[in-house]
């Protein structure tokens, strides 16, 4: 399909008619349509676009290959007319009019400079992916439009692109839409294979579409380059007539292209590739996709303090991207290593980073740019507010922030490096202390994968890295040298490795927790586990800057070892000197200790001789707002206080509101040991609580207890499991002839009554049924064990009275 032909071409002129009447547009292009080439030079004549086109482009490989298609296609080299920048390569001049870039390199520049001055229009290329950093420089272009440059066009284009959801950002975009050309595709169900390893099942798959297709070159999805590099061992040796070619992040420019391009002698190719595949590249010649349904991303664990990677299955959305591989260029043919059946039960689309990313990056450029609420902002989806709680936390540690959320000085400077806060900060302390090429060189090893080798070892890695040749190891120390200069110099006599490392990461400084060396405790309060077999087993200390896995169980797969003496030495602006309060439950007391402490862990602890007496009551008072009630010695007293306020529905006797509230009646009481607390003046603190209206309120509900008609007062008992009950001698109520009731409305006591002895006769809530019913057979039991005592056949005509028949007797004379 030559350029005159592409799909794209039908709908350019609605586009450019578009950005003539407005600032904005969504352009929906199906992959191959042609998009990502031609929309920007053909931006270049417009009489608004006086200056450059700025290309976002979602990763480094698909930034080059796209200008230096677009380039060709002028009949031009790249660097002339159209240009790129990436973070190791670049090629523009004085003469360059569009400039393809990566998103992160786009929000950079729009920080130093938020007009943007020279540039007439930013496309969003692939803005479906949803980067974090995609989505962060379509929010900072949309202000930079609204207060500075109403003239400015922001174009967003994708081939699966909720376009409304993004013109409504764009304050009512017009959206335009390209059919494409539709190759046919065929889908063929290979079905998993659990019994296999993933490379086991790929090769076997890919050995099948090889022999049944017979032309085209093969294009393979796998989740990362572990997985890559394993299986192109095993294709070798399978299919050793065929050209099998690496494509992901970690290739030098010229693997790149080799993977991009027919092979010039004609040799059919397979090419395995991770998810940088997936869109914005067209792989020449490819016909047949292999995909094994993975896909690896990035995300922020808040429970560890780490950004690991975790596979998942690709979307529905991804896996057509995937597909869609196979048929730019004319019919083709996807394989999957998954059922049909299984297909809908798969996510439609991948989550935005914004919800599973680190946020630190994101609230530092935030702070930068002078976004007072983050939320105001144009997003598709709000940052989520625990994530950018955890990451205004984590800048505060490292200085970026103030207490009120505003940007330092040395926050300003960490902006300005191109790099995320963690080691923007580490290069800058690094470069006070005289050491800013080795912690530069360190940032790039952190952030670019596969740089000297894979060891748990970041010294090891580090050397290696120092002693390798290649072009990309070449190219990346020169970068790492371009940021130890952007960083200030000190005079200082330099730093150890993993005193740079830690100061970068401080909460992932570690000490070991057993013997073996496997178990790890970090500054931060996790726990790490560390591989048996890594060099790093015999560390006391490490410094952490990489871990992968759960929260639970992350392992350290980045580390540098430490020294006490180095700790002690290099981190002793860490280290506090404070006191402690610890719980010593089996003594119910506070244990006041003095530690030297470095985040979480322990380095000395003793006993305090001066504990601050409210931080002990403070403590204490914490303790059973956690706990509860039963912490306290309260006395039966105010035991019954609290159960006949909760039977009264009195809220402020409720156990949840004492427990809240403990600062204001509890507080006053307290010392060092619970059971000191003196029980008069906790049930002081307790009635206090009730006003003058609430105390008769309680005792209209719920009296404390219950007169007798002999003039014996019982408590009734509101714990009782059949209601409200009173324990009495049955004598007591000679002559009533009404049941006994309590509360308003009235409601009938349990009567537990008991013989002269305090033995159990009867339990009623029906005294004259009990008096004229039961009671005969009573007497004729209880008479002859008690017979001093009245047993009257008609006992609610007697009169009441304890004493004993004599005794009554003579009382009546």
Same mark, same amino acid.
């Given at each position: 399909m030559s350029r005159s032909t592409l799909p794209i071409h039908a709908v350019l002129p609605d586009l450019l008619a578009a950005l003539r009447a407005r600032a904005a547009a969504v352009l929906i292009a199906p992959p191959g349509a042609g998009k990502t080439t031609a929309v920007a030079p053909a931006l270049l004549a417009e009489p608004w676009c006086t200056g450059s086109v700025i290309v976002l482009s979602p990763r480094r490989v698909a930034a080059r290959a796209a200008a230096e298609r677009m380039a060709e296609l002028?009949?031009?080299?790249?660097?002339?007319? +159209?240009?790129?920048?990436?973070? *190791?390569?670049?090629?523009?001049?004085?003469?360059?009019?569009?400039? =393809?870039?990566?998103?992160?390199?786009?929000?950079?520049? +729009?920080?130093? %400079?938020?007009?943007?001055?020279?540039?007439?229009?930013?496309?969003?290329?692939?803005?479906?992916?949803?980067? *974090?950093?995609?989505?962060?420089?379509?929010?900072? $272009?949309?202000?930079?439009?609204?207060?500075?440059? &109403?003239?400015?066009?922001?174009?967003?284009?994708?081939?699966?692109? %909720?376009?409304?959801?993004?013109?409504?950002?764009? &304050?009512?975009?017009?959206? +335009?839409?390209?059919?494409?050309?539709?190759?046919?595709?065929?889908?063929?169900? *290979?079905?998993a294979r659990p019994e296999l390893r993933l490379d086991d099942a790929m090769a076997s798959a890919i050995a099948t579409a090889w022999r049944e297709q017979g032309e085209g070159d093969l294009l393979a999805f796998l989740p990362g380059v572990g997985e890559i590099e394993r299986l192109r061992e095993k294709l070798v040796q399978r299919l050793p007539q065929a050209l099998v070619l690496p494509l992901h992040g970690q290739c030098d420019p010229a693997a790149q292209r080799a993977a991009i391009r027919r092979d010039p002698e004609g040799r059919r190719r397979i090419v395995l590739a991770t998810a940088i595949a997936e869109t914005s590249l067209t792989l020449d010649g490819v016909s047949i996709v292999v995909d094994a349904g993975l896909s690896?991303?990035?995300?922020?664990?808040?429970?560890?303090? =780490?950004?690991?990677?975790?596979?998942?299955?690709?979307?529905?959305?991804?896996?057509?991207?995937?597909?869609?591989?196979?048929?730019?260029?004319?019919?083709?043919?996807?394989?999957?290593?998954?059922?049909?059946?299984?297909?809908?039960g798969r996510p439609a689309f991948e989550p935005p980073e914004i919800l599973v990313s680190d946020l630190a990056p994101l609230a530092l450029t935030l702070a930068q740019w002078g976004a007072g609420d983050a939320a105001a902002m144009a997003w598709l989806d709000p940052p989520p507010p625990p994530a950018m709680a955890a990451a205004h936390a984590l800048l505060l540690s490292l200085g970026a922030l103030d207490e009120g959320g505003r940007i330092t000085p040395h926050g300003s400077a960490m902006a300005a490096l191109p790099l995320e806060p963690r080691l923007a900060h580490m290069l800058l302390h690094a470069?006070?202390?005289?050491?800013?090429?080795?912690?530069?060189?360190?940032?790039? *090893?952190?952030?670019?994968?596969?740089?000297?080798?894979?060891?748990?070892?970041?010294?090891?890695?580090?050397d290696t890295w120092q002693r390798d040749r290649s072009p990309r190891a070449q190219a990346s120390r020169k970068l790492a040298e371009r940021w130890a200069r952007q960083a200030p110099q000190g005079s200082g006599d330099g730093l150890p490795l993993a005193a740079i490392l830690a100061e970068g990461f401080p909460d992932l400084i570690a000490r070991r927790r057993d013997p073996s060396g496997e178990l790890w405790l970090t500054a931060g309060g996790r726990g790490l586990r560390l591989d048996p077999a890594s060099p790093l087993i015999r560390a006391e200390w490490l410094a952490v800057g990489e871990a992968q896995g759960e929260a639970r169980g992350a392992r350290i797969t980045g580390a540098?070892?430490?020294?006490?003496? @180095?700790?002690?030495?290099?981190?002793?602006?860490?280290?506090?000197?404070?006191?402690?309060?610890?719980? =010593?439950?089996?003594?119910?007391?506070?244990? $006041?200790?003095?530690?030297?402490?470095?985040?979480?862990?322990?380095?000395?602890?003793?006993s305090d001789p001066n504990p601050d007496p409210a931080a002990i009551a403070r403590f204490l008072a914490d303790k059973v707002r956690a706990e509860g009630l039963g912490l306290l010695p309260l006395s039966p007293a105010s035991r019954a206080l609290l159960t006949r306020a909760a039977h009264a529905g009195l809220a402020a006797l409720a156990e949840e509101?004492?427990?809240?509230?403990?600062? %204001?009646?509890?507080?006053? !009481?307290?010392?060092?040991?619970? %059971?000191?607390?003196?029980?008069?003046?906790?049930? @002081?603190? !307790?009635?206090?609580?009730?006003?003058?209206?609430?105390?008769?309120?309680? &005792?209209?509900?719920?009296?404390?207890?219950?007169?007798?008609?002999?003039?014996?007062?019982?408590?009734?008992?509101? $714990?009782?499991?059949?209601?409200?009950?009173?324990e009495v001698r049955v004598q007591a109520l000679f002559g009533l002839d009404r049941h006994p009731t309590y509360g308003k409305p009235p409601q009938p006591l349990l009567l537990k009554l008991t013989d002269p002895g305090g033995k159990p006769l009867q339990t009623t809530r029906d005294l004259p049924g009990f008096w004229r019913g039961s009671w005969r057979d009573v007497v004729k039991d209880a008479k002859g064990r008690y017979p001093k005592h009245r047993w009257p056949d008609q006992p609610w005509t007697e009169d009441p009275s304890l004493k004993t028949k004599n005794a009554f007797e003579r009382q009546r004379k």
């Open positions: 002028m009949g031009e080299a790249a660097g002339e007319t +159209i240009g790129y920048l990436t973070r *190791l390569d670049s090629k523009r001049s004085a003469r360059t009019r569009v400039l =393809v870039m990566t998103e992160a390199i786009f929000v950079a520049t +729009i920080l130093k %400079d938020p007009e943007l001055s020279g540039v007439s229009a930013v496309l969003f290329d692939e803005a479906h992916e949803r980067h *974090l950093d995609s989505d962060l420089g379509l929010a900072l $272009a949309v202000e930079s439009q609204q207060v500075l440059r &109403d003239d400015l066009r922001l174009v967003v284009m994708s081939a699966t692109l %909720d376009g409304q959801r993004f013109a409504a950002l764009l &304050d009512g975009a017009p959206v +335009i839409e390209s059919e494409g050309k539709a190759w046919p595709l065929a889908i063929r169900w *290979l079905g690896r991303r990035a995300e922020f664990d808040k429970a560890a303090g =780490v950004t690991r990677l975790v596979t998942h299955r690709a979307s529905q959305a991804s896996a057509a991207q995937r597909a869609g591989r196979a048929a730019r260029q004319g019919p083709g043919v996807a394989y999957r290593l998954w059922e049909e059946a299984a297909h809908a470069a006070r202390h005289g050491a800013a090429g080795d912690a530069a060189a360190l940032a790039l *090893l952190l952030q670019e994968r596969g740089l000297g080798g894979r060891s748990d070892d970041l010294h090891l890695r580090f540098i070892a430490l020294t006490e003496a @180095e700790v002690t030495r290099w981190l002793g602006h860490r280290i506090e000197r404070a006191s402690t309060l610890r719980w =010593v439950a089996e003594e119910r007391r506070v244990e $006041a200790l003095l530690e030297q402490r470095l985040g979480a862990i322990v380095l000395a602890r003793g509101a004492l427990q809240a509230e403990v600062g %204001d009646w509890l507080l006053p !009481l307290l010392g060092r040991r619970l %059971d000191d607390l003196p029980r008069g003046k906790l049930h @002081e603190a !307790l009635l206090a609580r009730l006003d003058h209206a609430q105390r008769q309120q309680l &005792d209209a509900l719920a009296p404390p207890s219950f007169r007798s008609p002999a003039g014996t007062s019982h408590e009734i008992d509101y $714990a009782d499991p059949g209601g409200p009950s009173v």
